[in-house]
């Protein structure tokens, strides 16, 4: 069972803050194991990251294997169901078509001084894309990191997967030939993440890093932020719906459950002015429950984390989702546009009530790396502008140098810095 | 004296490549005084802050005298010249309009399939600003961090400075009020950037933090990463000239030491196809150290990290000035655009014999706070995009569900995700 909040409660104020405060993620400290890591990586290269790989994964390799090959990839195609490659083929279309919109323009102009200003945005050289092994292994987030990063322009994208006793994911190799992945190694954990940082004989570095990873990959990404770039932290998925009495209590429980089979970590909330409404839902969460495959991991994140909060009316909710910053925000009303307009702090938001959350995470076209955690307050979700970066250019005439001058030498003087003066100065015989 | 390379010499590649590979900063390693300082700031709060305030800086302070008052603002405004306040409102006014146009715009359309699509801006609502105290207490870098957030939006500008034994300086204070700052608090270090962080009874917490501080104040920021945004990790300033032979050799020396007047670890270097320009830089150089205020750190900085290199031609030289991505390039030849067109990594250009880099540092209208140590590899100056955040809308109908959503279970099932198929199914009657 999830909590139940009632707006009207005096105790509301603090159960709600209560809940926004929770921690559902135990931060393991593992940052002393991953220096050693990531400082043997760097000494060592391509032996180190073999030696962690026999260890941790229990995978010989050698310099030549590190690579994922033509073969494996040639066997991962017989592998996959044509009904999955056309879905994916399909999934990645739609990503793609959605990104080219969010390709940056050019910016060159002169202004009133005559004084010429630019930005200029250039994609990244290679990017390395962490892709995690096991159940959490998803052909969808390797679409979702690479397609943006190939739209952006990056030459090398550089994935890598841990494949513990050698178990390959087919779906995960298809996606990544689907999605334009340059090179693909078969590591994880901190090794890997070292190895894409400050490359080995056998991989070259990247500048930058994204994904998300267990504890062992997000402290290395900490740690090694600066040598590279890194994305967001990510952290365990929510959902929010915001809801009227007018739902099928079936369908919202559906869309709660989606999050909740996710991860123990997971938070599945709704509010709802129809307390009516809310009953029926907790109903059909717990019916639906009872036949879900992933039914254990959904109930745990559902009885430790969900949430059923009955607002006054559903514009008095708007300040409570901002305050919760979901991830997933679904708007399943009739006419969702006037709360759409009063959402500040949200990673995506799904609206009406035929456009689940799943849609998203699939097929929609728009990103399924999102904020979590309430970042949504200040990140967003990955887009083409996380694989390019902008320079700026600035010319100044003789002209413009003698308007502009003065001024730059009274800051520079007030500062204390007397050669950024003498750089003026000298130019302008002063 | 900077070491010389020449690009025809045999052994250029090694010594360029350790050139690249140099650290020009000691990394102390304070993470666990920084650790104890924040879970102390978090669970003390205003206490914990005045605490380490009276400590470090040797000021004591109440909850009451953390913020900076409108009687102290007042006296700042009649302490500084009236040249000086011109000057940095015009720096101001300059880097507003600039910034205005790098406003991102929202996208909302509906595709072929009928599926609506969107993407949309806002601003971070709270913003935390650190500025450091003492020498690199600089009213331009004020500037830089607070106008592009009032540009973008931000509700809640909360600048931090330390004022060690009480000091404050007047500049930094007329630069918060013309920058349009809300919130100025007298305090620094670790402690400030947990009390943003986290909030304490005084001072609200913010949602993001940038700007510069030392070694403490970055590893403060690494680790507050994920509660709140943080900008880039800073680094000491560079410059890389790129010089024809038919320029004035004490202009590009004035500019080389403008940036290694900053810092003894700052990086000043030239690359020339004219040798004889190489050395008529090199005794420019030293001579204009002669009568340099900041000489003994410009010494320094040129001695140990200046570079002066001789290429085969200029074009020859754009392959290594990408290897190097400085922060701050200048193009010093007479026709400038070819070269151009050629940079992919470089913080900010400055083209022509007449842009110094200075004039970005104050009145050119682009942002002074660039990517430094070859980050330009992956990440951009900052700019209004990094005070607002994205949100992606996307809408289906029954009729686009109808289209897309057995793709949708199809990988959903495929991923093992039970319930993401069922939020789908279930709208579909499957």
Request: glycine share 8%; hydrophobic share 45%; aromatic share 4%.
């Amino acid at each position: 069972m999830a909590i139940r909040l009632h707006q009207s409660d005096a105790d509301f104020e603090a159960r709600f803050a209560a809940l926004l405060a929770a921690k559902r993620e135990v931060s393991e400290d593992v940052d002393s194991t991953v220096r050693t890591i990531l400082a043997d990586v760097r000494a060592r290269g391509d032996q180190a990251v073999i030696d962690y790989t026999a260890r941790f994964d229990r995978l010989p390799l050698t310099p030549e294997t590190l690579a994922v090959g033509e073969a494996e990839f040639a066997a991962a195609e017989l592998a996959v169901e044509d009904k999955t490659r056309a879905a994916l083929t399909l999934a990645r279309d739609r990503i793609r078509a959605h990104h080219e919109r969010q390709k940056p323009q050019d910016d060159r102009y002169t202004d009133a001084l005559g004084v010429e200003l630019g930005s200029r945005w250039t994609a990244i050289e290679a990017v390395g894309l962490y892709v995690p092994g096991g159940t959490a292994s998803y052909p969808s987030s390797v679409l979702m990191n690479a397609v943006p990063a190939k739209v952006a322009g990056v030459d090398r994208v550089v994935m890598v997967v841990p494949t513990p006793d050698g178990v390959v994911n087919p779906l995960v190799l298809v996606a990544a030939k689907l999605a334009g992945v340059d090179e693909l190694y078969r590591i994880g954990g901190a090794q890997a993440i070292g190895a894409l940082a400050y490359g080995t004989a056998t991989i070259p570095p990247v500048y930058k890093i994204v994904g998300p990873g267990n504890a062992y990959v997000a402290a290395a990404k900490r740690q090694v932020f600066g040598t590279v770039g890194i994305d967001m932290m990510a952290g365990p998925s929510e959902v929010l719906i915001l809801a009227d009495g007018a739902n099928d209590p079936d369908w919202l429980a559906a869309d709660l459950l989606a999050q909740a089979e996710h991860d123990t970590a997971a938070q599945a909330m709704i509010m709802t002015d129809d307390a009516a409404l809310a009953d029926a839902v907790e109903a059909a969460v717990e019916r639906q429950l009872k036949t879900l495959p992933r039914g254990e991991t959904a109930a745990a994140s559902w009885r430790d984390f969900g949430a059923v909060i009955v607002v006054d009316d559903l514009e008095a909710a708007l300040p409570l989702a901002n305050r919760i910053a979901p991830e997933h925000l679904e708007i399943a009303v009739a006419d969702p546009e006037p709360l759409l307009a009063g959402v500040r702090n949200a990673g995506a938001i799904f609206i009406g009530r035929s456009t689940p959350e799943v849609i998203g995470d699939y097929v929609g076209g728009s990103n399924h790396v999102l904020p979590t955690a309430r970042s949504a307050r200040f990140s967003s979700g990955l887009s083409v502008l996380d694989f390019m970066k902008r320079t700026s250019i600035l010319r100044t005439g003789p002209e413009q140098l003698r308007a502009l001058g003065p001024a730059a030498i009274t800051l520079a003087e007030a500062e204390g810095l007397g050669a950024h003066a003498r750089s003026v100065a000298i130019r302008l015989n002063l």
